[in-house]
């Protein structure tokens, strides 16, 4: 019987994956970093509407993914009961739920402080995933690094949005409360994925992408039915095809692809690790609104940047060296 206990060190094993799943986890934030620039190529649609049609066609693929290997392999790469259950329950925590209790927020308190909140997951990742065998004291340097950085980004881009929001927003308090709580759900969802993944190697990271894809364009649907625009109204707008092609690329490369990747790094490096490099998705995101609006980024974001790449170097260090724990 194969044994399913929490990531620990491996001094033998840890160096050979390490790179595989460090290059795995930037390049998820890589594909996650392109959401930030698709509402800006979709200002005519709403963010339910963005995100329902980039789930659908994640989903969508996913299941052409999966009957196309059951009919190369004449065998149904269907999940079991088990295995079903679990992809609804995780895609419903990271994927259109998160979301949902993300819209939900921006509503009642605008888009300044639920943003801000939702950028403290990386934090809650280190912390709440710190494998057996790394103190504390060595995860330290990539934790302060990082939270500086963050400090520096909310600083150069939402200090008057804040205000503004504690001014103007109808419900700011539980708007708060719908961010955090979007908060934990993701965070629930890194932690409990990782699990996953790491006690299922017989599941191919594809193949579970391919399930939480499914399952996550199923609950999309739902999504869109309760708060999205009509379909025969989407149909009939003047940018429908670039509305379909963006949700395509993105609900491929964003949700599915990033998925692959996350999964991927899920199973090579312990969650604190993986957590650390989700500030990558940050770093990409300003890159491509550079490239896009052709802007520079400010002096301060480049700050904070050079702090989040200095927090990954120094928690990549704290994990390939451990010291043993007292």
């Known amino acids: 019987m194969q044994q399913t206990t929490a990531w620990r060190f491996d001094r033998s094993a840890w160096p050979a994956g390490m790179l595989a799943g460090i290059a795995a986890g930037v390049g998820a934030g890589a594909f996650w970093g392109m959401t930030f620039v698709a509402p800006k190529l979709l200002p005519e649609f709403s963010g339910v509407d963005v995100t329902v049609g980039r789930f659908v066609a994640c989903g969508v693929f996913s299941l052409l993914l999966v009957l196309a290997h059951t009919l190369r392999s004449g065998r149904a790469a269907l999940p079991t ?3 079903a259950g679990a992809a609804m329950w995780l895609a419903a925590l990271g994927y259109w739920g998160y979301y949902l209790l993300l819209v939900w927020g921006i509503a009642d308190a605008g888009p300044a ?9 990386p934090l809650w990742m280190m912390l709440l ?22 400090g520096l980004m909310v600083q150069s881009t939402a200090v008057a949005d804040v205000s503004a929001a504690v001014q103007q927003a109808p419900h700011l308090w539980r708007g708060l409360a719908w961010a955090a709580l979007a908060a934990a759900t993701w965070t629930a969802f890194g932690l409990l994925n990782a699990r996953w993944v790491q006690r299922h190697p017989e599941v191919h990271s594809a ?27 989407l149909l009939a707008h003047p940018a429908w095809w670039r509305f379909v ?39 990409f995101g300003l890159a491509y609104a550079f490239v896009w609006t052709g802007e520079w980024p400010a002096l301060v974001q480049w700050l904070a940047s050079a702090l989040f790449l200095a927090g990954i170097v120094a928690s990549i260090r704290a994990h390939r060296s451990p010291a043993p724990a007292h």
């Open 245 to 283: 092609l963006v949700c395509a690329v993105t609900g491929i490369g964003s949700a599915w692809v990033a998925a692959v990747l996350w999964n991927m790094a899920s199973r090579r490096l312990s969650p604190s690790l993986a957590g650390q490099l989700i500030v990558s998705e940050t770093l």
């Open 129 to 150: 995933g710190k494998p057996e065998g790394l103190r504390w004291r060595a995860l330290l340097p990539g934790l302060v690094l990082t939270a500086l950085g963050m």
């Open 207 to 233: 193949l579970w992408a391919n399930w939480l894809g499914v399952a996550a364009g199923l609950g999309a649907l739902l999504l869109g039915a309760g708060w999205g625009t009509p379909w025969t109204e």
């Open 81 to 83: 009961v088990a295995q």
């Open 113 to 121: 402080l639920p943003v801000l909140i939702i950028g403290t997951i």
